[in-house]
């Protein structure tokens, strides 16, 4: 069982910048390949992120050149740097971990971009 904990949300102005961090509790964490996921009210949960066991990094088109995922196998920790935040970038942001079949979520954290 894992246990995946993120902090690092709160309201910022357009343009600035957060760090959201998410701390596992469990074993193996860096066997777990990590992600970053968006969610708006009524809307899907969106992929933001993602940091394999090898430290390969994907994003989504809507970060690109702007948000940064990295981990920390040591504190058994993934990172979401985002940078020139817009208003479009508000929502409940979530870790999810998996390996092979096993996945988990964390309880989200919300950002909120606004003047």
């Known amino acids: 069982q894992v246990q995946l904990v993120e902090s690092g949300g709160g309201l910022v102005q357009p343009g600035g910048s957060l760090r959201l961090s998410c701390v596992a509790n469990?074993?193996?964490?860096?066997?777990?390949?990590m992600a970053w996921y968006r969610q708006v009210p009524g809307d899907e949960r969106e992929f933001v992120a993602q940091i394999t066991n090898s430290h390969r990094t994907l994003y989504t088109d809507l970060v690109k050149g702007r948000f940064t995922i990295s981990r920390d196998n040591a504190k058994e920790t993934v990172y979401l740097q985002m940078t020139d935040l817009q208003p479009e970038d508000t929502a409940v942001y979530y870790c999810?971990?998996?390996?092979?079949?096993?996945?988990?979520w964390g309880q989200g954290t919300q950002v909120t971009v606004s003047s």
């Open positions: 999810h971990g998996i390996r092979t079949t096993t996945a988990y």
């Open positions: 469990g074993r193996l964490f860096s066997m777990y390949s």
